[in-house]
């Protein structure tokens, strides 16, 4: 509950993106999309796929993610596309990771699809 009250917190704080824009109109409502984000920089050891994890439960996004190679971490997830933005924003944002670098890629909806889970590997 207390990870409710913090995601909450968070989306409520986050005012303004990278070009300067409000984040608020974003946030409001969006479609189911699924996307393929890989992140690069200094995003192994540090605990990312453990917060991406933890995000993607408490905001009921589905998918997966996995490290790839020695410096980047790989996810599909699926959602609302304003909490996906969040995610990412969120992730860009941690003081114990440096992403340099993101891609981000639509992909087909798997219907169906429960829960989100750590990969090994």
Do not use: C
Request: overall charge positive.
């Amino acid at each position: 509950m207390r990870l409710n009250n913090f995601i909450k917190k968070l989306k409520d704080n986050h005012e303004v993106n990278e070009d300067g824009d409000t984040g608020a109109s974003n946030l409001e409502s969006s479609s189911i999309v699924r996307k393929k984000i890989v992140f690069s920089g200094k995003v192994q050891g540090v605990g990312f796929r453990y917060e991406i994890y933890k995000l993607a439960e408490e905001m009921n996004l589905t998918g997966w993610a996995r490290n790839k190679n020695h410096d980047r971490v790989v996810l599909e997830i699926q959602g609302e596309e304003s909490d996906i933005s969040f995610l990412i924003s969120h992730m860009k944002s941690l003081k114990r990771a440096v992403v340099t670098h993101v891609e981000i890629y639509e992909v087909p909806l798997i219907n169906g699809e429960r829960g989100f889970i750590v990969k090994r590997g």
